[in-house]
């Protein structure tokens, strides 16, 4: 009785409380990032774990929630799992990466730009110029080099290893590479120290003296790099220090990026 009163005085332009109660109980247990028993869920959601319970019986009834019979511990349900993974398969990961890139213009001044996977390497799909008498224009179709170019160098990091090692061998057979990586060794000493460091970064890039750029990656739900967000300007005039500003302001607008398309670190 008690329920349906609660949801009859909630009803209105302020919605149905009890809905929004059992929301909040369902927020507490995916803060809690683990199967929780009663009364920690309780805890969480502020409220007593009688009442808990009654709210954990109809998520349960409703797929949002279930319960190891062995343990007693609740869990996210089997449907509350399609509805994320059918809210993230609905996002335009490259519409968001706009949106990304154009804030982190605004916050450094600097050239930004966005890069997809092609056939055979990274894409330019669209760069941002910023507020400054000098900057490096970006060509959007632009085809980046896998190993030369910073976007390039995240995502041979970071793509699946049989498909990143087909490809670094045929990079290295096609020559034409700085003398620092003409080997496979070097290439995986490089590639190793972009994982380290979460980001790639280039000064003089073969093919445009003068130029110096840095990219870090940007992941999906399944923990596949996606898309990578990079950042370029003119030697000497560029803020390439990795706890300087422009890095630091990359890599937390990848990452923001990554949680934004359901990245959840391993």
Do not use: C
């Not at 409380?17 to 059992?22: A, F, P, T, Y």
């Not at 969480?44 to 709210?55: F, G």
């Not at 005039?237 to 630091?248: C, E, H, Q, R, T």
Request: proline share 5%.
């Amino acid at each position: 009785m008690s329920e349906e009163i609660e949801s009859k005085q909630g009803e209105g332009k302020h919605g149905v409380q009890s809905l929004e109660i059992g929301m909040g109980i369902l927020r507490a247990m995916v803060n809690g990032q683990r199967s929780m028993m009663l009364k920690d869920i309780a805890a969480a959601a502020e409220m007593p774990a009688s009442k808990a319970h009654r709210y954990l019986v109809s998520l349960i009834r409703a797929g949002l929630v279930e319960q190891d019979p062995m343990t007693s511990r609740y869990d996210i349900g089997p449907f509350a799992l399609n509805i994320g993974l059918v809210a993230i398969d609905r996002l335009d990961r490259v519409r968001l990466g706009l949106t990304a890139i154009a804030q982190l213009r605004d916050e450094i001044n600097e050239t930004t730009a966005l890069a997809v996977w092609g056939d055979a390497g990274p894409v330019i799909v669209r760069w941002e110029r910023p507020r400054r008498p000098i900057t490096v224009n970006v060509i959007t179709g632009t085809a980046l080099d896998l190993l030369t170019s910073a976007s390039g160098r995240v995502f041979a990091a970071w793509l699946p290893k049989e498909m990143a090692n087909r490809l670094i061998e045929r990079r290295l057979k096609a020559g034409d590479l700085p003398a620092d990586l003409q080997s496979r060794a070097a290439v995986d000493s490089m590639l190793q120290k972009v994982r380290a460091d979460g980001y790639a970064s280039v000064t003089d890039y073969h093919k445009a003296t003068g130029v110096e750029a840095a990219s870090a990656p940007v992941f999906n739900f399944k923990r596949e790099i996606s898309l990578t967000l990079v950042v370029v300007g003119v030697k000497g005039m560029f803020d390439m220090d990795p706890n300087g500003a422009v890095i630091v302001a990359l890599k937390q607008a990848a990452s923001e990026l990554s949680t934004r398309l359901g990245y959840t670190p391993p």
